[in-house]
Structures are given as structure tokens and as C-alpha cells.
């Protein structure tokens, strides 16, 4: 009995003896880590990019406790890099007491940091950024990059507020990658008052990349208006990336009226389209038939009664 009670006191006092190995452990860590920290948002502003991403990569794996430095950082450091790597790790390490700040630096007088900040803002997912970036991706002329990050982090904020801004990005934009990234978000925030908006484009705008992004949101949306558009691009339009994108989005908007174009599709010379316009066949009508002569002849036999 003894000798148990020993062992059992011996292994808590190994416990007990662990638990503050660790808590000393910790203790000592913490102490050195403010001015690892330091050291490390002064490597941003080195020459080398190597250099600057690694200390970039560091700040990240340390987390919240590097926010405040790098905050601050943002916030009053003359140098470019370390204003811009610093709105990249704040992004990255999630932490929302950031948002102020990144916000503030949407306003910065260089467009590599606007960019840096309008993304790491779609990252943290605070919706207080939603005007501000509205107003960055309305007034900002240097930058494409930094509209297009706008556009793409409104998205991912998934607030309502920003489609006005979206669409009158999607129709005025002169960048195709802006277009693009308002197109894209478009469909996320799943509004269908955007449909007109992207129908329109899917017919109209001079990229190829944008008309495809357009397709693909307007099968996100599912609304059936878009259902002639769809089809309309997907006979007409000289990129395949966009008949394939219209071909599978018809699986999900398409009506009994974009049929006959579906089965048209299918002797596409890209098979990616002819493989999603059979899909979308099935989808639409509930039929697994094979071959364009057998879709064919079913739509004579059934068009009628499916008008």
C-alpha cells in the first residue's frame, strides 16, 4: 500500500514537475518573441525578395501575437514592402483586430498596398469592409490589381450591398481581369438581380475569360431567364472555354427551349462541349440517350408536347 501510494505521488509529482517545464518553456518563448517579431518586420524591408518573403512567412506562423507589430507597421512604415508584405501576413494569420487597419490602407498612395489590403480584407471576412472596398474598386484608376482584388474580396464578404457596385463594375470596367473578378462574384453572392447584367455580357464583352466567368455564374444563379442567353453563346460564340461553360450551366438554368441547341452542341468539335451538353440533356430532360441522330429524333418525336 505504501509503496503504491509512492509510485502514485512520484508519477503526480512528474506531472506536476511537466506541466511547469512547460509553463517555464512557454514563459521563456514568450519573452524572446517580441523582439523576434521586431526582427522580423525589419527583414520586410529588405532588398532581397527571398528575404522578405521568408520573414513574411514567419510573421504568419507566429500569429496573433505579430498582429499589433504588424499593424503598426502598416499603419507608419515608409516603406513600401513592409507596408505591403505586412497587409499580405494580416490577411493570412485571420485576425480581425486588423480590419481598421486594413481598411485605413485602402487609402494608401501606393497601389501595391491598396491591392495588399482590399485581398487580405476578403480574407478576414468582416463585413465593415464591404462600402470601403465598394468605394475603392468605384475610385480606383492606377490599379487594375487593385480593383480586381476589390472585386474578388466583395465576393467573398458575401454581402448584398456590394452587387450594385459589382455590376456597374462588369458593364464599365476596362480591364478584362476586373470584369472578370466582378463576373465571379457575382455568382457567389447568388443574386439574381445580377442576371440581366451577366447575360448581357456573356453576349457582348470583348473576353473570352469574362464571358466564361459569366456563364459560370449564371449557372450558379440556376435562374431560367438565362436560359436563351446560355444558349445563344453556346452555338455563337468562338470560344470553346465559353460553350463549355454555357453547355454545363445549362444543366442548372437551362429550359426545354435550349434543347435543340444542346443537342447541336453535341457534334461540337471540342469534346468538353459536346460531354457537358449531353449532361445537361440528361439534366433537363430526365433522358439518358446517346448520339445526336437518337437526341435528335427524340426532340421530333417530343418537341411538341414539351413547348
Known amino acids: 500500500?505504501?509503496?503504491l501510494f509512492i509510485i502514485m505521488l512520484t508519477g503526480t509529482t512528474l506531472m506536476l514537475f511537466a506541466h511547469n517545464v512547460t509553463l517555464y518553456a512557454a514563459t521563456k518563448y514568450?519573452?524572446?518573441l517580441p523582439a523576434k517579431v521586431d526582427k522580423l518586420v525589419k527583414q520586410l524591408e529588405d532588398k532581397s525578395v527571398k528575404k522578405r518573403q521568408a520573414a513574411t512567412k514567419q510573421l504568419i506562423r507566429i500569429g496573433s501575437p505579430a498582429v499589433p507589430d504588424l499593424n503598426f507597421a502598416l499603419a507608419n512604415s515608409d516603406d513600401i514592402f513592409v507596408r505591403m508584405c505586412?497587409?499580405?501576413a494580416l490577411?493570412?494569420?485571420g485576425d480581425t483586430s486588423a480590419v481598421p487597419y486594413l481598411i485605413k490602407a485602402l487609402?494608401?498612395?501606393n497601389s501595391r498596398v491598396r491591392a495588399f489590403s482590399a485581398r487580405s480584407l476578403g480574407e478576414?471576412?468582416?463585413a465593415t469592409a464591404v462600402r470601403p472596398l465598394m468605394k475603392l474598386l468605384g475610385r480606383?484608376?492606377?490599379s487594375e490589381v487593385a480593383r480586381e482584388f476589390s472585386a474578388t474580396a466583395l465576393g467573398k464578404l458575401g454581402d448584398q450591398k456590394a452587387v450594385s457596385a459589382l455590376i456597374s463594375?462588369?458593364?464599365k470596367d476596362g480591364s478584362f481581369k476586373v470584369r472578370a473578378a466582378a463576373a465571379r462574384s457575382l455568382g457567389v453572392l447568388g443574386s439574381t438581380s445580377a442576371v440581366s447584367a451577366l447575360s448581357e455580357a456573356l453576349l457582348d464583352d470583348t473576353s473570352g475569360k469574362v464571358r466564361a466567368d459569366c456563364a459560370d455564374s449564371l449557372g450558379e444563379l440556376g435562374d431560367k431567364k438565362a436560359s436563351s442567353f446560355l444558349a445563344e453563346a453556346l452555338l455563337e460564340d468562338h470560344d470553346h472555354v465559353v460553350r463549355s461553360s454555357c453547355a454545363f450551366s445549362l444543366g442548372k438554368a437551362g429550359t426545354n427551349k435550349a434543347i435543340p441547341a444542346l443537342i447541336q452542341a453535341l457534334n461540337d468539335e471540342y469534346r468538353d462541349v459536346s460531354v457537358y451538353s449531353q449532361d445537361s440533356l440528361i439534366s433537363i430532360t430526365g433522358r439518358n440517350i446517346k448520339g445526336y441522330n437518337n437526341w435528335q429524333q427524340w426532340w421530333e418525336d417530343n418537341k411538341d408536347l414539351l413547348k
Do not use: P, Q
Open 1 to 3: 500500500m505504501r509503496k
Open 30 to 32: 514568450d519573452t524572446k
Open 86 to 88: 505586412s497587409a499580405e
Open 91 to 93: 490577411g493570412k494569420i
Open 107 to 109: 487609402n494608401d498612395n
Open 124 to 126: 478576414l471576412g468582416d
Open 140 to 142: 480606383e484608376r492606377k
Open 169 to 171: 463594375a462588369l458593364k
